[in-house]
């Protein structure tokens, strides 16, 4: 069975980079024609794509936060992670990490979830 | 890239059908089949329901199917039940891999 699960600090200071990672489990991280994706929701808001990832290290990110974010994947602890730099308030979320098939375009498999608020 | 548009809420009662709509652009929902809906009750991992427009995964409840319609598509829930009421959003492939979600629609079974 396919699971994801989210970790990281809960309270990230503003300025600050939040940082998370995902563990997967139950299959090969390693797996062709999957990328791996981090989505968030802010408080009263809709689901925004953040970026993926392949195991491989390519990457692709949402244009609104590239100059902030940076994605990275430690294959040997089927683990993949999120840095967002310069941290505010408005990157206030829940963080959901989930697993994207590459051929269809959809993701199949997601995390529950980490909230993390960024507060002084 | 802008979000998908999705009405914000919808209502309807037992046993009856009702449809969602998401809205895009000739760059997202009109250009391309990858669409997808997701089944998502806060606090819980959202569910996939619907793919490529239509297709469903195999576990989903036939009650949920997907269409489009130029730079609209569309989900609808047939033979409402009260284990429905969640929210539901949408999602687009877009040029330069990019995606994008709608806002979310809250569906209320009344």
């Known amino acids: 069975q396919v699971k994801l699960q989210e970790s990281g600090p809960g309270l990230v200071r503003p300025s600050q980079t939040l940082s998370l990672t995902c563990t997967v489990s139950g299959v090969s991280f390693t797996s062709h024609g999957y990328f791996w994706t981090w989505v968030r929701q802010r408080p009263g808001k809709g689901l925004e794509w953040i970026g993926f990832?392949?195991?491989?290290?390519?990457?692709y990110y949402s244009p609104s936060l590239k100059s902030r974010l940076t994605m990275s994947v430690d294959p040997s602890k089927n683990q993949f992670s999120l840095k967002l730099s310069s941290a505010t308030a408005a990157d206030t979320a829940r963080y959901y990490c989930?697993?994207?098939?590459?051929?269809?375009?959809?993701?199949?498999?997601w995390g529950q979830g980490t909230p993390v608020t960024v507060s002084s | 890239q802008s979000a998908l548009t999705q009405p914000a809420s919808v209502s309807g009662s037992p046993g009856q059908s009702i449809t969602l709509s998401c809205t895009g652009s000739s760059t997202d929902v009109g250009d391309y089949n990858y669409v997808s809906w997701y089944q998502h009750i806060p606090g819980k991992a959202p569910k996939l329901l619907i793919y490529e427009v239509s297709d469903r995964p195999v576990g989903v409840s036939y009650r949920f199917s997907g269409s489009k319609s130029g730079n609209t598509a569309s989900l609808t829930i047939s033979g409402l039940r009260a284990e429905d009421e969640a929210d539901y959003y949408c999602a687009s492939y877009t040029n330069t891999n990019n995606w994008v979600f709608g806002g979310g629609t809250k569906l209320t079974v009344l």
């Open positions: 990832i392949y195991f491989s290290g390519t990457t």
């Open positions: 989930a697993r994207v098939y590459a051929r269809d375009w959809y993701f199949d498999y």
